[in-house]
C-alpha cells in the first residue's frame, strides 16, 4: 500500500522519495520483506550515534525487548561496541562524538576518553557489513545552539556517501533527535537549535534517499521530553523506555 510522507503526533516513519525515484512503498508482511535486496536474509544493523545511544545509551535494551515481543528476531545487532546497559545490544555509537568526527578514518576525543581512538564510518562499514545504519547523531553538534542546520546536514550527506562507498544497497534510517536543552536544562538555544535540525531532516532525507539506498526518518522529537532526563539531554529509565519504542515503531515495518 502506497503511503506518502508525513509527521505523526508520536513517531511517524515513511520512506523519503526522491526526486525522480519509485513511489514510496512499504513492506508487505504478507510478502518477502522487501526493504533489503533478496541476498539480505538476516539483516545486519548498525546504530552509529553519540552518548545517546552508546552510554548512558539505555534505549537499545527496550528496542530489543519490543522487537522480540513483537516475534522480529530475523535480524543481528552488529558493531564495533558492547552493550553497557544489560541489553546485549552491539553498536557503533560514541560518547561525545559529533556528526564531523565519524567523517574521519579514525578520531579521538581527548576530552571525553585519553589516549583512546575511535574508528570513523567507513572503518565500520568495512569491520561491522550493516545492511541498514540507525543514525542518531545531532546532539553534540548543535550543543551550544547556535551551530548551523546545513552544516550538520551536510556532514549527514557525507556520512551517507561514506556508507554508500562500502555497501551501495544500505538502508539508512535518520533519526530526528530527541528534545534537549543543554547545560543541566539551562541553555534554550540548544532546545531551539535541535528544533531546527529536526525540522531540516524530512527535506534533507528526501533530497538524498534513492531506490537503490533509501532513506527513511525516524521520529524522535515529536513525543520526547528533556524533563524525562536528569539532565534534560541523557534520558533516565523512563525516557530510554520511550525512545526505544519510538525506535521500535520506527524499524517495525521494515523488519516485518
Known sequence: MLKPFFLGASLTLSLIAGCGSAPVKMADPATRNTTFPE???????????????????????????????AGITNYQFVGSYSDDCGGNVMHSAVSCSTTA???DHEFSLPNCFADKKFAGITKLMQDNKPDM???QLGVNDVWGGSTSVSYVTDNYTKLVKKMRAQNPHVVIVVAQIHKIITDNCENMGSYRNAEMLVQAVPAWARANSTQQSPIYVADLWTNSDPKQAPDCVHPG?????RMGLNWFNALKPLLQ
Open 39 to 69: 541476498y539480505v536474509t538476516t539483516p545486519r544493523i548498525m546504530i552509529v550515534g553519540d552518548s545517546i545511544s552508546a552510554g548512558p545509551g539505555c534505549y537499545k535494551k527496550y528496542l530489543k525487548a519490543n522487537l522480540t515481543n
Open 237 to 241: 529509565e523512563a525516557g530510554a523506555e
Open 101 to 103: 568526527n565519524f567523517l
Open 133 to 135: 545504519v540507525m543514525l
